[in-house]
């Protein structure tokens, strides 16, 4: 199978999954709709109760994400930065996350789009949906059946890249130290809010803390504010996102960090569904959003690029002079936006 075949292949995936955000059909994939379209339909209206994080509205968020992906335009783009062997051989094993819909499938195109087999452990958060996308790929095209494995232990594997918390990191680097490996740790994105940013742009930046609940590497757990910025705004701006406590584990989650901090005498700002808590830290937990005031934007540039291994994604609006992602963009990364700057296809393409 050439690349161009994986390419074709991973294009038509792309097209069915596209239909689930509109809930209208294509007719240019009605062979699989005859087959996928109702049982995928079904599976993501059951993940509530196999995950109660995993409402429809955040799946269908990415499963559209990755359809957007998975244009052929996309595709030959980020392989044409690379000189792709005519075949490759090499099973690679992968540890999958499970903050958020899907997390892994970035990596399960990397190795399959390269022409390696996968060996797929997928988190028990989340395990039914990307073995459902493998059955479908399989279908468009069946030579992907002898590389596209599920398991539920790795053995028998070249490479591996696993995803976890700092705590698993360290486990995963004693256990595969002897293979090449990516080993990604825990990082936090954040947002970088310019004097000059109003309610509109404070809007979309709040859909880079509240989108997946805030669970992703890619959401926005602390901001940094000019100093004598009214904070008022940022609330304003936040309201649109009230409805996260409808969700009972964020409730949960936001009444237990308001007590701890209420019972520990910390300074809180709180609008009933979101906590601001001036904080160093990046990471924050659900439900509360990190700040620091900061007055030049130089110095800023400076601090962030000390915690560079930390941080996933910064996000701004164009008024700030930083490199960054456009606020409301933080959860579509573009296919080479590779997680924590490691180049998987370069890695992938090393291996031989």
């Not at 196999?50 to 783009?77: C, H, R």
């Not at 709040?206 to 590497?217: A, M």
């Not at 000019?226 to 705004?233: A, M």
Request: glycine share 6%; aromatic share 12%; net charge negative.
């Amino acid at each position: 199978m050439n690349l161009e075949k994986r390419i074709n292949a991973f294009v038509k995936l792309g097209l069915f999954l596209k239909q689930f955000k509109n809930e209208l059909k294509n007719t240019d994939v009605d062979d699989l709709n005859a087959q996928f379209y109702d049982d995928f339909e079904e599976l993501i209206l059951r993940q509530k109760s196999l995950n109660g994080w995993f409402v429809k509205e955040n799946i269908i968020l990415s499963v559209d994400e990755i359809a957007n992906s998975l244009k052929k335009e996309n595709l030959l783009n980020w392989m044409d930065d690379y000189d792709i062997p005519s075949e490759l051989d090499r099973t690679v094993g992968v540890i999958m996350a499970g903050n958020i819909p899907m997390v892994g499938f970035h990596d399960f195109l990397s190795v399959l789009i390269v022409g390696h087999s996968i060996k797929a452990k997928l988190s028990s958060e989340d395990n039914t949906l990307l073995r459902f996308i493998g059955k479908v790929l399989i279908s468009i095209e069946p030579e992907f059946e002898s590389k596209i494995n599920f398991v539920e232990k790795l053995e028998n594997f070249d490479a591996v890249i696993a995803t976890g918390s700092n705590n698993s990191a360290r486990y995963f680097e004693q256990y595969f130290s002897k293979y090449p490996n990516i080993i990604r740790k825990h990082r936090n994105s954040i947002g970088i809010v310019n004097v000059n940013d109003g309610i509109k742009e404070l809007e979309l930046l709040g859909q880079d803390v509240f989108q997946y609940y805030g669970l992703g590497c890619r959401s926005v757990s602390k901001i940094y504010i000019p100093e004598g910025y009214r904070l008022d705004t940022i609330f304003e701006a936040f309201y649109a996102y009230k409805h996260v406590t409808d969700n009972n584990k964020y409730a949960n989650n936001y009444d237990y960090n308001k007590a701890v901090y209420l019972l520990g005498n910390n300074a809180l700002l709180d609008n009933n569904f979101l906590l601001l808590k001036e904080d160093t830290s990046l990471s924050a937990p659900v439900g509360v959003l990190h700040y620091e005031y900061y007055n030049n934007i130089n110095t800023l540039k400076i601090h962030l690029k000390e915690q560079g291994n930390a941080i996933q994604c910064i996000v701004s609006s164009s008024n700030t002079t930083i490199n960054t992602v456009e606020f409301g963009r933080a959860q579509c990364p573009k296919l080479d936006d590779y997680a924590d700057d490691e180049d998987t296809i370069g890695f992938l393409l090393n291996l031989g």
